[in-house]
């Protein structure tokens, strides 16, 4: 599939949802899972701020850095040529102001050759997704559960489940679309809400995590489709393939092995000439 894949464009995938097929969408922070992700034929690939937490162990997204995010994603980037590549804009790189917002997402652009990037929040974020765009940068608006937002939101929980605060992720939806987002992701948000606000989009694409069938792509984190995240299992994922299992058992086989020195065989490793090693000896 990879010799015969053409690189994903804007126009790429609103031809897929104008055509009805989903868009499939997953996070990848390392050069050899983008490598497997573009040969599966990933849509889009997110560099995801979660890369704090599965990557670097933190507890949160909070203290993932510019430069954090600039060598996951130039590696994600050399893996995954033809997916349409999604750099995800750290915690304090946009929310300052305009020009902060402008800077940074031209720095994913210029030193990683993402296609577009991501950042959180909704109409009070509006301007700083207007000034990206004008800057010549297509931009995807997140909405419902914001990471970098989740002490405010009292932690990881679904969100609009009341008509108030529903109402309000409408009108942050509207807000991103109008201000030139291409693109919104809809996390952790009940599933009859994603699918008014995707019926109500006019040349936005809807993305859900957690929010049902109804938008036009799913999201899922890698760690968590392949059971590589050992602090939870969130409701919102499904194990595809549980690697966690078979990596685990792969490393217990390789300690006892060598404790028992049954690895390395003689397959494993190289010989010398006797006459070479008798010449050693001698000049010794």
């Keep these: 599939m990879a010799e015969t ?12 949802v104008a055509e009805g097929k989903p868009l499939s969408w997953m996070t990848c922070y390392d050069y050899p899972t983008a490598v497997m992700q573009d040969q599966a034929g990933m849509d889009m690939i997110l560099v995801g701020d979660s890369l704090g937490m599965t990557m670097l162990g933190y507890d949160s997204t909070l203290p993932v850095t510019m430069d954090d995010m600039i060598r996951h994603t130039a590696a994600v980037r050399r893996g995954s040529p033809n997916s349409w590549l999604v750099g995800d804009m750290p915690y304090m790189s946009y929310q300052p102001s305009v020009e902060t917002a402008i800077r940074n997402a031209g720095r994913f652009m210029a030193e ?9 929040g909704g109409i009070e974020m509006a301007d700083r997704i207007a000034g990206i765009v004008r800057s010549g940068i297509p931009a995807i608006g997140h909405l419902g559960l914001t990471p970098q937002s989740v002490s405010a939101l009292g932690g990881f929980r679904l969100q609009g489940k009341g008509a108030a605060q529903a109402k309000k992720i409408v009108d942050d939806a509207k807000a991103l679309e109008e201000a030139g987002a291409f693109c919104i992701l809809l996390e952790l948000i009940p599933d009859r809400l994603c ?7 006019k040349g ?11 938008a036009h792509g799913q999201l899922l984190i890698y ?5 590589l995240y050992p602090k939870f299992k969130p409701r919102m994922a499904r194990v595809f393939a549980d690697a966690g299992k078979v990596i685990q058992e792969g490393l217990n086989g390789y ?18 000439p006797d006459e070479e090693f008798d010449a050693l000896l001698k000049s010794l």
């Design 5 to 16: 894949r053409k690189k994903m464009t804007m126009p790429g995938l609103f031809k897929k």
């Design 112 to 120: 990683t050759g993402c296609d577009s990037i991501k950042l959180e």
């Design 195 to 201: 699918k008014l606000i995707t019926e109500r989009a």
């Design 204 to 214: 936005c694409i809807i993305m859900s995590l957690g929010s049902g069938l109804d």
């Design 223 to 227: 760690h968590d489709a392949f059971a």
């Design 255 to 272: 300690v006892k092995e060598v404790g028992e020195k049954t690895f390395p065989s003689q397959e494993n490793w190289f010989g010398m």
